[in-house]
């Protein structure tokens, strides 16, 4: 079933952030947007060329007033190892949520079973806490971080524009479509 629409359900777990350990539960995914990142684990190698990806996108998503989290099956404490002893991982500055008992990736329809580890999912979720795009790819294929900026902005447009959609490759100031009778057919 999917999540498109559905409110982010409640947890608590803990969480590293520039040198801190932190709480962080479903009201921090609320009053801004926020881009939450699934990840299968520390210490691989596709994960970190992703979450420092994503590093690089993550003034610009602050400028949007997009706050980012990225969550992995490992505790807070491995996220801070991590944090300590990789180059890539070293410049991350957002919050990197630890999710050992899988309570998070089980909530976002991410957890595998069988490997006791999450999809690489992606989710951008608007300041009701409600989730407005998924992105799930298989866990060889990495994501490129870049691509969130034009799908939060127009995440961001349809709600503050009801009754106006985003076509495909949709960009900032370019022209929407309003649905209508006169539509159909058209496009």
């Given amino acids: 079933m999917s999540l498109i629409g559905k409110e982010v359900l409640p947890f608590t777990a803990q969480a590293y952030r520039n040198g801190d350990f932190v709480e962080v539960t479903e009201q921090n ?20 060329t992703e979450l420092e990806d994503l590093q690089e996108q993550y003034p610009a998503l602050q400028e949007l007033g997009v706050e980012v989290f990225s969550v992995s099956r490992d505790s807070h404490f491995t996220h801070k190892a ?27 329809d991410v957890f595998i079973e069988e ?23 298989a866990d060889g294929i990495g994501r490129d971080a870049s ?27 370019e022209e929407t479509l309003k ?4 539509l159909v057919g058209k496009i």
Wanted: with cysteine; glycine share 8%.
């Fill in 115 to 137: 490997l006791g580890q999450a999809d690489r999912g992606t989710f951008i979720i608007d300041p009701d806490g409600v989730i407005q795009a998924i992105e799930i790819n």
């Fill in 29 to 48: 995914f609320k009053g801004h947007w926020s881009v939450v990142c699934f990840y299968p684990a520390d210490f691989t190698f596709v994960c970190p």
């Fill in 82 to 108: 991590w944090h300590d002893t990789s180059e890539a991982i070293g410049k991350i500055t957002y919050t990197m949520i630890g999710d050992p008992a899988h309570v998070l990736s089980r909530n976002f």
């Fill in 179 to 182: 649905p209508s009778l006169d």
């Fill in 147 to 173: 691509t969130l900026i034009n799908k939060v902005k127009a995440a961001q447009y349809v709600r503050n524009n009801p009754g106006e959609v985003c076509p495909a490759k949709w960009k900032e100031g």
